[in-house]
């Protein structure tokens, strides 16, 4: 029994010899090279949304409750990319490449806007952040009176009192008109061109009229000699809240700020 089992493992073991020895092996050859595959998109390639929020200030510095109606466009090549902003001023400008985008802002009776965006595209949308509008002045001078205001203790100074009457809301906390008064021996006179340079705003008057006083300090009094026409320039300007300049989607120009609204000039003689 023990010689036919040897015989046995023997024969199996030359069976297994055999059979590895005639396994074929790969001689190293390289076959042809294959077709190549789609390739993929790139990065700069994909396209995704640049979004955002619009707030709405009107002219008196006060937060406007609804956002809608903002027009905002910017371009891709030859193409108009636009959106509107819903009640809560959100925007989305979609399916835009990765590039540099100059994104206009429009609303009527609004200060326009421009912005810069560096868009990264990529799988998730670019954030544009929070871009405030300001509301443009609408108010208008209707008239304007002035009478010298005599105080013989206060010599060399002067203070000529100015009643002004304006349109719109009547005069309160939540509606004070900015402006500025300009004085010139020139009638050129303007915010470029003047002599004297007066800045107020209204306070609690309950209707359209207010009244300021100017006051002329003494190294102003001696630029003056009595009989001297003095032409003055009134300017409603923006709120000091709304410090920020604008850009002018018409002319394509930055404003810069305080601009001026509505103007009125008038004159008188200054006397002693």
């Given at each position: 029994?023990?010689?036919?089992f040897s015989l046995a493992g023997f024969l199996l073991m030359f069976i297994l ?161 900015y402006y500025s008064i300009f004085f010139s021996r020139s009638p050129a006179v ?83």
């Amino acid at each position: 029994m023990l010689i036919k089992f040897s015989l046995a493992g023997f024969l199996l073991m030359f069976i297994l010899w055999i059979l590895t020895g005639c396994t074929k092996k790969a001689d190293g050859i390289t076959g042809a090279t294959g077709p190549d595959g789609i390739a993929g998109s790139s990065v700069s390639e994909t396209r995704s949304a640049i979004t955002g929020y619009v707030k709405l200030i009107d002219q008196f510095g006060y937060d406007v409750s609804i956002y809608d109606s903002v027009n905002v466009s910017t371009t891709a090549g030859d193409s108009l990319i636009s959106s509107v902003t819903d009640q809560a001023g959100k925007f989305s400008l979609p399916s835009l490449k990765s590039g540099t985008y100059r994104i206009l802002f429009r609303r009527p009776r609004y200060d326009s806007l421009a912005v810069t965006v560096n868009h990264t595209a990529g799988d998730l949308d670019q954030f544009a952040g929070l871009i405030q509008m300001d509301e443009s002045l609408t108010t208008h001078f209707l008239s304007q009176t002035f009478q010298y205001i005599v105080d013989p203790f206060n010599a060399p100074y002067k203070d000529l009192q100015v009643t002004m009457t304006c349109d719109g809301p009547p005069l309160y906390f939540s509606t004070v008109r900015y402006y500025s008064i300009f004085f010139s021996r020139s009638p050129a006179v303007s915010d470029h061109n003047f002599l004297i340079e007066y800045d107020g705003y209204t306070h609690n008057e309950g209707t359209n009229q207010f009244v300021t006083g100017v006051y002329f300090a003494a190294s102003q009094v001696t630029q003056l000699i009595p009989g001297d026409t003095l032409y003055m320039k009134s300017y409603f300007v923006p709120a000091y809240s709304l410090s920020s300049s604008w850009f002018d989607t018409n002319t394509y120009q930055l404003i810069a700020y305080p601009y001026k609204g509505d103007s009125l000039q008038n004159y008188f003689i200054w006397s002693n």
